[in-house]
């Protein structure tokens, strides 16, 4: 009479592997950098590059605000007072160095994300493929008796 033997198996979960990576990936992409890593559970590197972009584009808003509000203060005293100020420009140099600091750190979270999913496929996959392993050895070594028998 075959007795029963336990196979080391991983149970079913409740949400597939591969929905939370790319859950991960589009709040990176579409919601906010750092916003995928709070779904992986990477609170301190989530948090650096949500407050790192959130720092870049504040500082992009404002290189263009400033100056525009300071033109519209201007305006508004050269209509009321008939005062001759010049009008204050733009600075195309920081905006652009703004703006682009704030893409790269997009594009490096976006990058993180994106790594350190297939890094976790990959564990998964080697976990699994450990396990087929070892249920082939059970396996055999119980038909190995089995025939002996």
């Excluded at 859950?23 to 650096?48: D, E, K, M, T």
């Excluded at 297939?118 to 249920?135: F, G, H, I, S, V």
Aim: net charge positive; glycine share 4%; charged share 20%.
């Amino acid at each position: 009479m075959p007795t029963q033997v336990e196979l080391p198996v991983n149970g079913p979960t409740h949400d597939t592997p591969g929905s939370s990576a790319r859950l991960a990936i589009f709040l990176s992409a579409a919601v906010c950098p750092g916003a995928g890593h709070f779904v992986q559970r990477r609170w301190i590197l989530g948090s650096l590059y949500l407050a790192v972009f959130v720092a870049c584009l504040v500082m992009t808003l404002l290189t263009v605000i400033v100056p525009l509000m300071m033109n519209l203060r201007i305006s508004l005293d050269f209509a009321e007072k008939g005062n001759s100020e010049t009008f204050r420009t733009i600075s195309i140099v920081k905006l652009l160095i703004w703006f682009g600091l704030s893409v790269m750190v997009y594009l490096a979270a976006l990058v993180d994300i994106i790594a350190y999913a297939r890094r976790q496929a990959r564990r998964r996959l080697d976990t699994r493929r450990k396990n087929m392993e070892t249920t082939h050895k059970v396996f055999s070594v119980r038909c190995s008796e089995e025939h002996d028998q």
